[in-house]
């Protein structure tokens, strides 16, 4: 089975949605999860979700729209959380690589849907750039457990996360020549602690590098992953995709 973990096939990425969901299905992906990252965007993912079997719903605020996110903005991904198809909370978490200034609402907000995600017993799935710490420190404080989306932290810290149950999420960069971190990463961790993911339309692999990225090309990662480890494609196909089923309802 293939699973692509995190991915945004969504109108506000791609000018034909269901053309792009065919063509990860008709290029061998089993299962895909939508990650919103606004109440708009996850309102999509569940629609989705419920029009094609072999895709679910993540739903959450990310931490690029928490500025703009109200009270009603965090009922409303509860509700759409009790979704049968929503499999997880996400795509949720901290990012202060792009903004510091609004570290307070960040937190607040993350915080809000880390709430969620246990009151309603479901995996989160965390987008974690230049705060890590912050970000495990929150983890830990609510207990929840799911994928660390495009891992870019230690080997160190990776070993820390996948203690308390998360997945280290890899998807294109893995493939990148300077991803020489990533790599290590990949080296040092056992594939039953790693999930697959594209980021689609983002993080193409090589050698697609800076084209829109699809769930069909979660082969190349694949590839890559396989080379790093020493093993065979299938292997890592198989032990990851159960690596996600244990913690996911797919």
């Not at 932290?153 to 990148?176: C, D, N, P, R, Y």
């Not at 992953?225 to 309802?249: M, P, Q, Y």
Request: contains cysteine.
């Amino acid at each position: 089975m293939l699973i692509d973990t995190h991915c945004h096939l969504l109108s506000s990425e791609y000018d034909d949605v269901d053309k792009e969901i065919k063509e990860a299905l008709k290029g061998g992906v089993d299962k895909i999860i939508i990650n919103g990252f606004d109440v708009a965007s996850s309102n999509e993912a569940v629609a989705l979700s419920k029009r094609y079997p072999e895709v679910y719903a993540a739903v959450g605020i990310g931490p690029e729209n928490v500025n703009a996110t109200s009270d009603d903005d965090i009922k409303k991904i509860k509700e759409l959380a009790s979704n049968e198809k929503v499999v997880a909370i996400g795509e949720i978490g901290l990012d202060y690589y792009w903004t510091k200034e609004n570290k307070e609402k960040q937190n607040s907000v993350f915080k809000d849907m880390l709430r969620i995600a246990k009151e309603m017993n479901l995996p989160v799935i965390v987008h974690s750039r230049q705060a890590i710490q912050d970000t495990y420190d929150l983890l830990t404080e609510y207990n929840v457990t799911g994928i660390l989306h495009c891992y870019s932290g230690s080997v160190e810290m990776a070993k820390e996360f996948i203690k308390k149950g998360f997945l280290i999420g890899v998807g294109g960069v893995v493939t990148f020549k300077n991803a020489k971190t990533l790599k290590n990463v990949v080296k040092e961790t056992s594939l039953d602690d790693i999930s697959l993911e594209t980021d689609s339309p983002y993080l193409s692999p090589e050698p697609f590098r800076g084209k829109t990225n699809n769930p069909s090309k979660l082969r190349y990662i694949i590839k890559e992953i396989a080379l790093l480890k020493g093993v065979s494609e299938k292997e890592v196909t198989d032990r990851t995709s159960l690596a996600v089923t244990s913690k996911f309802d797919l």
